[in-house]
C-alpha cells in the first residue's frame, strides 16, 4: 500500500459520497449543482490568469531554448529548423508540434542494462496513451457544449456524429434494443486514465516519484469519466432535464429542474472540483507548457541580441588592475603593456 | 586514479535503480566519498566577494552557515521566483511523468533515485510548495511540500553537484524543463550560503584575477606557448610564433586555458598555433591571443549568473581594448552555451566590433552577426569548403575517429555538422556512435558542470559509464581508438574515463586532427604528429 495513492483514492471516494448523500439524502441539488459549480468556475478562472500573469511578470532574462537539432550556421549546413529554430516561424511550428502531438514525449526511449549491455529501447505507450488521454479529453469537452448552447453548433454535432460511429442497435418490429451511439471519446479517455494510473503503480521509479498530488487528478477524472458513462448508457438520467438545468446555469438563470438522477450531481461535482483545483496543481502544464523558454524561444541570440531587462552592473577585474598587478613580469616576458610603469 | 576506487564490473554491477526501502523524502542523505567534491577554499571566496567565506567540510555535522540561512535561502529563492521565468515555470508544471529519468547520465551509472532528474528538481519544488504556495501551505506532506531543514540544504549541495547541466533531460520532457537551469538556480542559492565546491571556486578566483581557470600569470602564459613553438617546429620544421596582447589586430583567439595547460588539450593548443601561422603566411590572416582575455571556459557559470558575466567580461573589454574587428572562440562545452545564450546578453551591445567576416573566403557569419564571436569548427569548415587548406588526411590514417559531441554545443547551441565536416576532411577513418548516444541524445562526459576534481573519482567514473559504453560499442564494432572532441573539459576527463572503461581509446580534439592533416608551407618531411607519434608508413624508419 502507498499512502500516496491511497489517500488519493480515499479522497475521490470520499467526495464521491458526499456529493451521491447531499443530493439522494439531503436534497442538496442547488449545493452540488448550481453553488458549488459557480463558485469552482470563478476559482477556476481567476486562478488560471493570475497563474499565467504571476509566470509572464517574471521575465525572460536569457534565451535558453533546448537545442534539439543543427544550428543555423554557414549556409551549406543544413539546419534542423525546427527542433533548432532561428525564426519564428520555426518556433511556431516547433511548439505546435509539441503542444498538439507531444514531440519531446515521441523521442521517449527506455534505458536497459542487461548483462553488461546498454540498449535503449522502443518506447512510446506512454506517449502514445499521453495523446489518447488529452485528445479524448478535449472531444468530450468540447462535445459538452451541446448543453450550453442552443442551437447547437454544427462542429458539436459533427464532432458527436464521428465520435459516435460504433452503434449497437437491432430495430424491427418485434424487439428494439439500442444503445445510444457509443462515445469512443469517453472510453478512450477512462481508459488512458487507467493506464496513467497503472503505470504509476506498476513501474517502480515512476511510482517512487509520485505524490499523492499525482494520483489525485487521475483518480478525479477516472470518477468523472466513470460517472458520466454510468448515466449515458446504465442509470439513464432526464436528458431534457439536463440541458434545462445547464443553460439555466450558462444563462444565469438556474434553477433544479425535477427528476434528474443523482448521478448528474455527482458529475457536475467532480467536474467543478476538477476546475477548483487546477490553477493549484500540476495541471498548470496546459498553460505552462507555451510559456516554456527552452522550447519558445528561437535560437538566435548570437545573431540578435536578447535583452535582459534585469541586467545590472557587476564588478569586474579591469584589464588596468591586472596589468598593475603584473606590469613588471609583463615587461620581463616582452609582453606589450599600456603604461610602461 | 584513486586507488580506493571499485573495479569497472563492480561499478557496472551496481548501476542498476536502486529502490530505497523508504520514500524520498524520509531518506537520509548520506554524503558519501567519491561522490562529492571538496567544499571551496575560503580565500578564493573571499577574493571575489562572495558571501560567508570560511573553511568547512561537507561531511562535518556543522557547516558553520550564517545564522539566518533559512530567511535568506527564502528571500533568495523569492528573488530568483521574480527574475527567471524559466525557474518558475519549472517549479510549477513538472507532471512527475517519468521520462527524463532513465535519460540522466548519473542515475543510470548511480542508479540513486535522487539522481533522477525529476526528483533532483523536486528536492527544490518541496521547498518552494511549502514556501510560495497556497496548497502546500494548507496540506503540507500530502501536497509534496516540506520545509527546509539542514538535511534538506545538504540534500541540495550533495545533488546539485551530482549534475552536469547537460541538458539531455530538457530533450525529453515534454514541457521542456531543463534541469540544468533548476541546477544553476540551485548552486546560485547555495553560493548565497558559501556553499561551493573548490574546483569551481578557486578556478573563479584564479580567473578573475589572472585570466584563466588555472591561474596562469601573463608571462607563464608566453612561457607555456613557447614550449610549444619549440615542439611544433621539432615536429615540422616551421617556426609557429603567435602574438599576444597585439592591438590593432583584425581578430582576437580565445579558447580555454585548458588547452595550455594538460595533455591532450595542449595538441589542440599546438593545432591551433599550426593553423593560424597556415593562414598567416597564405592568407595574410592577423590574429592575437590575449593574456588578459585567456579563459574561454568560464566556471562563474556553475557558480551565479552574477558570477558569469563577471568572468565573461573580459572577453568584450578585451577586443574592445585591442580594438579587433571580431573574436574567434576555441573548442569549450560551456564556453559556447555562454557564448550563444548569455554573453550578448549579459554585456552586449558590441558595437565596438564588426560583424564577422572570414577575411580568407569572405564568408559572413550570419549567425553571429551580433555577438561577433565566431567558432573555431564554423570557421574551419567554411575554410575547407572554399578549399582554403591543403590537407593530408592520411597523416591520420592510424587514427580510427568517432566523435563525441559535448553537451553544451549540442543541446544549448545545436553545432553538430560543423565540428563533424571539419574531421571528416582531415581523417579517413570515422565512425559515428548508436544514434541514442550522439548529436542532441548525446551522453555527458559525466565530469562537466565543475565537477571534474580527483576525489569525486566514483561520480565521474558512474557519470561518464553512457558515453564510455558507446564508445566501447564502435571500439569493438569498428576498431575506434580515437576519441575526437570540441571540449576542453571533455579533453581533461576523457583520458581518466577511458582508461578506466575502454582502455585502448585515445582523446582528441578536433583542430589536433586538423594540424596533423594540414600541409604548411615550408615544412619538412614530417615523421611523427603532435604527440610525438610516428605517422602511417613511418612506424619502422622509427626503429
Known amino acids: 500500500m502507498n499512502k500516496n495513492y491511497m489517500f488519493s483514492l480515499v479522497a475521490v471516494i470520499f467526495l464521491f459520497l458526499i456529493a451521491y448523500v447531499g443530493v439522494e439524502a439531503a436534497g442538496l441539488q442547488w449545493l452540488f449543482g ?72 515521441f523521442r521517449n526511449m527506455r534505458f536497459e542494462l542487461k548483462e553488461g549491455k546498454f540498449s535503449y529501447i522502443w518506447e512510446k505507450w506512454l506517449w502514445l496513451f499521453a495523446l489518447a488521454f488529452h485528445w479524448s479529453f478535449l472531444v468530450v469537452l468540447v462535445r459538452h457544449l451541446r448543453f450550453f448552447t442552443e442551437p447547437v453548433p454544427f462542429f458539436v454535432r459533427y464532432l458527436e456524429f464521428l465520435d459516435s460511429v460504433f452503434r449497437v442497435e437491432v430495430l424491427n418490429e418485434v424487439v428494439q434494443v439500442g444503445l445510444p451511439g457509443v462515445f469512443v471519446s469517453g472510453i478512450v479517455l477512462l481508459a488512458a486514465v487507467i493506464f496513467l494510473f497503472l503505470r504509476r503503480i506498476f513501474i517502480t521509479q515512476v511510482k517512487y516519484i509520485s505524490l499523492a498530488s499525482d494520483y489525485f487528478p487521475l483518480f478525479l477524472i477516472m470518477a468523472i469519466a466513470f460517472s458520466g458513462i454510468m448515466m449515458r448508457y446504465f442509470v439513464k438520467v432526464d436528458i431534457v432535464g439536463v440541458k434545462e438545468f445547464t443553460m439555466g446555469l450558462v444563462t444565469f438563470s438556474p434553477s433544479v429542474p425535477e427528476g434528474i438522477g443523482s448521478v448528474f450531481y455527482v458529475h457536475v461535482f467532480l467536474v467543478s472540483l476538477l476546475l477548483a483545483y487546477f490553477p493549484f496543481s500540476k495541471l498548470m502544464h496546459l498553460g505552462g507548457i507555451f510559456l516554456s523558454p527552452t522550447r519558445n524561444l528561437a535560437n538566435n541570440s548570437r545573431a540578435q541580441r536578447h535583452v535582459n531587462p534585469w541586467n545590472y552592473p557587476v564588478h569586474v577585474h579591469t584589464y588596468e588592475e591586472y596589468e598593475d598587478e603584473f606590469r613588471e613580469k609583463m615587461i620581463e616576458a616582452g609582453l606589450p603593456v599600456e603604461k610602461e610603469s | 586514479m584513486a586507488d580506493d576506487l571499485a573495479k569497472p564490473e563492480e561499478l557496472l554491477e551496481n548501476s542498476g535503480y536502486k529502490r530505497p526501502a523508504t520514500g524520498w523524502m524520509d531518506t537520509p542523505i548520506d554524503i558519501r566519498p567519491g561522490m562529492y567534491c571538496y567544499a571551496s577554499n575560503p580565500k578564493s571566496v573571499e577574493y571575489v566577494g562572495l558571501p560567508n567565506p570560511r573553511a568547512w567540510n561537507p561531511i562535518d555535522e556543522d557547516w558553520k552557515l550564517p545564522e539566518n540561512w533559512q530567511e535568506i535561502l527564502h528571500k533568495g529563492m523569492k528573488e530568483r521566483l521574480e527574475r527567471f521565468r524559466s525557474f518558475r515555470i519549472f517549479m510549477d508544471i513538472c507532471v512527475r511523468c517519468g521520462a527524463c529519468a532513465d535519460k540522466c547520465h548519473f542515475f543510470i551509472g548511480t542508479g540513486d533515485p535522487k539522481n533522477m532528474p525529476v526528483l533532483r528538481a523536486e528536492l527544490i519544488r518541496s521547498v518552494y510548495r511549502n514556501d510560495f504556495t497556497t496548497f502546500g501551505k494548507i496540506f503540507k506532506g500530502v501536497a509534496g511540500a516540506r520545509p527546509l531543514t539542514l538535511d534538506v540544504l545538504k540534500e541540495w549541495w550533495y545533488y546539485f553537484f551530482q549534475c552536469t547541466e547537460c541538458r539531455r533531460c530538457s530533450v525529453f520532457c515534454p514541457y521542456g524543463i531543463d534541469t540544468a537551469e533548476i541546477t544553476i538556480i540551485g548552486r546560485e542559492l547555495l553560493n548565497l550560503l558559501g556553499l561551493n565546491i573548490d574546483w569551481i571556486a578557486t578556478p573563479v578566483a584564479n580567473c578573475y584575477r589572472t585570466g584563466n581557470h588555472l591561474g596562469i600569470q601573463p608571462h607563464a602564459f ?305 615523421d611523427t604528429d603532435l604527440r610525438g607519434e610516428p605517422l602511417p608508413g613511418k612506424e619502422e624508419e622509427d626503429e
Open chain 1, 34 to 105: 448550481i453553488a458549488i459549480p459557480y463558485v469552482a468556475t470563478i476559482i477556476f478562472v481567476v486562478g488560471f490568469i493570475s497563474r499565467v500573469m504571476k509566470w509572464a511578470y517574471s521575465p525572460v532574462p536569457f534565451r535558453i531554448p533546448s537545442t534539439c537539432g543543427q544550428q543555423a550556421s554557414l549556409p551549406w549546413i543544413r539546419q534542423a529548423t525546427i527542433d533548432n529554430p532561428s525564426t519564428n516561424g520555426g518556433v511556431i511550428v516547433r511548439m505546435a508540434l509539441e503542444i498538439l502531438l507531444f514531440r519531446s514525449l
Open chain 2, 222 to 526: 608566453k612561457d607555456m606557448m613557447d614550449f610549444f613553438i619549440e615542439d611544433i617546429e621539432e615536429i615540422t620544421g616551421v617556426n609557429v610564433e603567435p602574438s599576444f596582447n597585439r592591438k590593432g589586430a583584425d581578430i582576437l583567439f580565445i579558447t580555454p586555458s585548458g588547452d595550455v595547460f594538460a595533455d591532450p588539450g595542449t595538441y589542440s593548443c599546438m593545432g591551433y598555433m599550426m593553423l593560424f601561422k597556415y593562414l598567416k603566411d597564405k592568407y595574410g590572416f592577423d590574429i592575437t591571443w590575449s593574456t588578459y582575455a585567456s579563459e574561454g571556459g568560464n566556471f562563474g557559470f556553475f557558480t551565479s549568473h552574477e558570477t558569469m558575466k563577471r568572468l565573461n567580461s573580459k572577453m568584450y573589454a578585451e577586443a574592445k581594448r585591442l580594438g579587433v574587428k571580431w573574436i574567434l572562440g576555441g573548442e569549450c562545452g560551456h564556453m559556447w552555451r555562454v557564448i550563444n545564450q548569455y554573453m550578448d546578453t549579459m554585456n552586449g551591445p558590441t558595437d565596438f566590433l564588426e560583424e564577422p567576416v572570414s577575411p580568407i573566403t569572405g564568408t559572413k557569419f550570419e549567425n553571429a552577426r551580433s555577438t561577433k564571436m565566431v567558432h573555431i569548427a564554423e570557421f574551419v569548415a567554411d575554410l575547407i569548403k572554399h578549399d582554403k587548406l591543403e590537407l593530408d588526411p592520411a597523416r591520420n590514417d592510424n587514427k580510427i575517429v568517432t566523435f563525441h559531441d559535448s553537451c553544451n554545443p549540442a543541446r544549448g547551441m545545436g553545432m553538430l555538422d560543423e565540428p563533424r565536416y571539419v574531421i571528416q576532411n582531415v581523417c579517413n577513418n570515422f565512425y559515428e556512435m548508436p544514434p541514442n548516444t550522439i548529436r542532441e541524445n548525446t551522453f555527458c562526459c559525466g565530469s562537466g558542470a565543475g565537477l571534474n576534481a580527483g576525489e569525486d573519482m566514483e561520480l565521474r567514473m558512474c557519470g561518464g559509464m553512457p558515453r564510455a559504453n558507446a564508445v566501447k560499442y564502435v571500439h569493438e564494432k569498428n576498431g575506434v581508438n580515437m576519441l575526437a572532441c570540441v571540449c576542453a573539459i571533455d579533453r581533461a576527463v576523457f583520458p581518466a574515463l577511458m582508461d578506466y572503461w575502454v582502455p585502448d581509446v585515445d582523446v582528441t580534439g578536433m583542430s589536433e586532427l586538423v594540424a596533423n592533416a594540414l600541409i604548411m608551407p615550408g615544412e619538412k618531411e614530417r
